[in-house]
């Protein structure tokens, strides 16, 4: 938010729980998306890789990207807060964010079940380090990166 400010600390705080957790990157993809399918069952019509797909979910090589997308994004975006206190994505790559969402149909309830899949992965994964004041640093860094890819979607020109 302008002016509210994003501290060293809540920086840090992403930061430090994303390094630990990326050693165990492909479980925690899995794990991730197996949360946004359990709040969100239809969402899985959206991902068109998961729509033609014959093998199990843990097969999927195309799962983990979108997982990490997610989370490395939200790792950056929350690096760009305490920089420069908004997301400073590139503008082309947050119009073609934007495009792609939009026209996989994705809805803004959407990204409300995803932040929440987030945070309960991020939980589970180090939990000795989870604490009140983590949760609010990724779901703020969450939320401002959320809110940019939404104000692009709309039909590509
Ligand atoms: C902070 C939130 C999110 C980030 C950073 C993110 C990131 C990405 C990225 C990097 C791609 C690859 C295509 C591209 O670069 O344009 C993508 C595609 C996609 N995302 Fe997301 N995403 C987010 C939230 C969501 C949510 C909430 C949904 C719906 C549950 C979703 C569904 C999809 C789908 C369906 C695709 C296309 C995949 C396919 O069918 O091939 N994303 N996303």
Redesign the pocket.
Known sequence: MEGKGFTEEQEALVVKSWNEMKKNSQELGLKFFKK?LEI?PA?QQ????LKDSTVPLEENP?LKP?AM??FV??CESAVQLRKAGKVTVRESNLK??G???FK?G?AAE??E??KLALLETIKEAVPEMWSPAMKNAWEEA?DQ??EA?KSEMKPSD
């Open positions: 946004i969100a969402a959206l991902f068109s890789f195309k979108h997308a997610v994004m939200t073609r964010l495009a792609t969402h996989a994705v959407h990204f079940v995803t969450h990166l959320a890819i």
